[in-house]
């Protein structure tokens, strides 16, 4: 089988092989350029009074935009990935009632569909390696200059996870195609299901895939070095017995600060004051060497997800009518 | 007695709240050319469907070359299905096609698709999408053919074909039955074809089977009976009336026998397989019709 | 060796038309004792019908004695169908020459002669059936 789907496959494979190709050589010639700029505004700054603080934009040849196209084709990739090889894989062969051939030869629909989830992921597997490889090193230099990994476009385009996004794409749309049976509807819902899914867990559960760590921080002064490397989740203002100051409009209790300072307005002065009597920030953090376990963490649960897609799919094309 | 090659048992399927196909029970035996007949919608296509393991009954039971039609690779390498819309790769060409049945099948035969196709002069090297739908069907039949199945299950099969291609494929089909024992079930409007190829009749109507068995057992137990006007039974009580008509002075009745005929004024011939075919097809349902023991109702004249 | 052929339009059953054909091959000389019959691969394959009808063809001629098979080989002719003598069968002709003279004269077209004789083969040929 693995004969046939080369067969049905051949011009696409090559077509994808030739796009990954120039993407490399624009991201390689790019690249190139990119580091060679952060080199030498690393020489430059370094001299200089406050040293090397966020040199991001300025290391970019050719502007922000660029590491804007990368990162959109970094976001891009699962997304296309699942819309354009998972959801046409089974929606297909129902549309042009191919089904009807190919569950009829000698292999269990269940063989058929293992080859193809096989061959299509294991596809996608390559394909989205080579190409977050590449743009990771394109993106160093910059990570270099920022010190942070952890803000979201830059988190969701380089180390593992972009893997863990395009596998679950990509399972997404096959389960889609397998349950719609057509493919523009099936595209359609896994765009959709992809983008929640993608939403729900940067913006609600990425903070908690690992036991966030808390530091207390002066009320007054710039934060210490593991929070600006570091991806700050909340903060709130604490006293000396460490228990937590509730805020009336956005400014301490009066309730809950010394009377000494219920008088002053909030700015630098309120903050002294308290300060002085041992309140502080607490600020719940991961720092920025939690990079990779956080990269598992997610990739991992997004192959899980994955996984019941597959299975889901299994399922449908199995035991119901062709 | 010979083994059966499909039986089913008060077969059954349902489309949300239409049924497609209600108590269906038959029994081909192995080495039959079966006709399946009936007019459009009738079930044929669920029939075949149903045999071949690609939609599952609501009820009743079904079962080819003695086991449940299931996905597994030997069973499903003994059974040729080949749906009426012909459906092939069409960005493959016919090459491709042949090829795909050979890695797809382990008992397959090369020689036996290829040459078929050969010598009918169908281009294998085009794209499928560019071929006739006569063509088409040619390939998918060679491609049904060349995994020499033990049954084959072919929805209209020789429906786009001009006449000397249906009785080319034909002539495969008995040559083959002849050499391997092949039992065939095919769905058919063409009743010439049938009464020379077929030796086992399925008739779907209203989605039930009106008539079930093999062709020449079936014929002897028809009979057309003329005689003068009747109002009573006039001693065909115990058979089954199919058909009738009358006019001022003649009554004319398909009869199922259930004995001889010994009333003498009634004149018996024999029935065709087209006849028998039509007056069952134009049968009112089952369910509505009374027992047997009939009696002959007033019909209006014929001029 | 004889080909067969069939009229789809007759009526008369397709094994009863390959039955008929041998026998009127034998009385007209084109088959001889010792002949081998087509066989049933090629009959199914040139005609286009079931191999059981051809089968069942054979048969019927070896139970009146007219043929034998022999297992792997084929079908041979044993001998020819038993016949009244040619005089005998002159007589007859003679005979149905009258009759038909005689529903001629009697104002019957030929169609009707024609339906009247068919009338009487069927009734003789289904006398143990109906």
Redo the contacts between chains.
């Keep these: 089988m693995t004969w046939l789907i080369w067969q049905q496959q051949r011009r696409q494979v090559i077509t994808v092989a030739i796009a990954l190709v120039l993407a490399a050589v624009f991201l390689g010639i790019t690249g190139i350029f990119v580091e060679d700029s952060y080199h030498t505004l690393v020489l430059h700054c370094s001299g200089q009074a406050h040293g090397c603080g966020s040199l991001s934009n300025a290391v970019l040849w050719g502007g922000s935009r660029l590491s804007d196209v990368v990162v959109a084709v970094g976001f891009l990739t699962p997304f296309v990935l699942g819309i354009f090889w998972g959801a046409p894989l089974v929606a297909r062969e129902f549309e042009e009632g191919t089904h009807r051939l190919a569950w009829t030869q000698s292999v269990s629909r269940r063989r058929w569909l293992a080859v193809h989830v096989a061959w299509t992921i294991g596809a996608t597997i390559a394909l989205v390696s080579v190409l977050t490889l590449l743009i990771s090193w394109w993106y160093s230099p910059i990570n270099s200059a920022q010190h942070n990994r952890l803000g979201s476009a830059v988190f969701d385009s380089q180390g593992l996870v972009p893997i863990g996004y395009a596998v679950c794409a990509v399972a997404l749309g096959v389960a889609m195609g397998a349950l719609l049976r057509r493919s523009v509807p099936a595209m359609g819902m896994t765009f959709l299901i992809m983008g929640v899914l993608r939403y729900v867990t940067s913006e609600y559960l990425r903070p908690h895939l690992l036991p966030a760590k808390t530091i207390l921080v002066a009320l007054t002064g710039g934060g210490p070095a593991p929070l600006r490397d570091g991806w700050v989740l909340s903060q709130a203002i604490v006293n000396a017995a460490r228990q937590p100051v509730p805020l009336l409009n956005g400014t301490p209790a009066p309730s809950a600060i010394p009377e000494v300072c219920r008088a002053i307005q909030p700015g630098r002065q309120l903050g002294e004051c308290l300060d002085s009597h041992g309140f502080h920030y607490l600020v719940a953090y991961q720092p920025a060497n939690h990079f990779w376990a956080l990269q598992v963490a997610e990739t991992t649960l997004f192959l899980a997800i994955g996984i019941v897609f597959v299975v889901s799919t299994f399922w449908w094309v199995s035991r119901r009518d062709a | 007695m010979s083994d059966s090659a499909l039986v089913t048992r008060g077969l059954a399927k349902r489309y949300r709240d239409q049924w497609a196909l209600k108590s269906c029970s038959v029994d081909v035996p192995v080495g039959c ?1 079966a006709a399946l007949v009936g007019p459009n919608g009738a079930g044929k296509t669920t029939l075949l ?1 149903l045999a ?5 009954p609501t009820s009743g039971e079904v079962n080819v070359l003695g086991s449940a039609p299931y ?4 069973w ?2 003994q ?3 080949l ?1 009426q ?1 012909v ?6 060409t016919g090459d ?1 096609l042949l ?3 050979a ?5 397959w035969k090369e020689a036996v698709a290829r040459d078929r196709l050969e010598s009918l002069g169908i281009a294998l090297d085009k794209n499928v999408s560019q071929l006739s739908g006569g063509e088409r069907a040619q390939i ?1 039949l060679a ?1 049904t053919l060349g ?1 020499q199945p033990r049954i084959l299950l072919l929805d209209e099969p020789v429906a786009s074909l001009d006449p000397l291609a249906r ?1 080319d494929f ?2 495969s089909l ?2 083959a ?3 391997t024992e092949l039992t065939v079930v095919l769905s058919s409007h063409l009743v ?1 074809d049938i ?5 086992y009749l399925v008739l779907l109507s209203h989605s039930q089977v009106q008539l079930a068995g093999r062709i ?1 057992e079936l ?2 137990a028809h ?1 057309w009976v003329v005689g003068p006007r009747q109002t009573t039974e006039g001693g065909l009580a115990q058979h089954e009336i199919i058909n009738e008509s009358h006019t001022e002075r003649q009554s004319t009745l398909m009869v199922r026998l259930n004995g ?2 010994h009333d003498p004024r009634w004149e ?3 029935v ?1 397989l087209e006849e028998l075919v039509l007056a069952y097809m134009g049968r009112k349902r089952v369910d509505e019709m009374a027992s047997n023991q009939r009696r002959l109702s007033i019909v209006e004249d014929r001029p | 060796m004889i080909e067969f052929r069939l009229n789809a339009r007759s009526g008369v059953p397709p094994y009863i038309q390959i039955v008929q054909q041998v026998k009127h091959a034998l009385r007209l000389g084109m088959l001889e004792v010792g002949d081998q019959l087509p066989p049933v691969k090629a009959v199914v394959g040139q005609l286009t019908i079931n191999a059981n009808t051809v089968l069942k063809a054979y048969r019927d001629l070896e139970r009146e004695g007219l043929v034998e098979s022999r297992s792997g080989i084929g079908t041979f002719v044993l001998r020819r169908p038993p016949g009244p003598s040619p005089d005998t069968q002159n007589l007859l002709q003679r005979g149905l020459d009258r009759w038909l003279s005689e529903a001629q004269a009697a104002g019957l077209d030929l169609e009707s002669i024609e339906a009247l004789i068919r009338r009487s083969i069927y009734t003789a040929m289904n006398e143990g059936v109906a």
């Design positions: 050319i469907q071949a393991g690609l939609i599952r996905q597994d690779p030997s499903l390498a059974v040729g299905f749906a819309e459906p092939l790769y069409r960005r493959l491709q090829g795909m049945g890695h797809l099948n382990p008992s998918g491609i995994k009785r034909l002539s008995t040559e039955q002849f050499e010439a009464e020379r190829v077929c030796d020449d014929l002897a009979r001889p005929i018996v011939a024999d065709g």
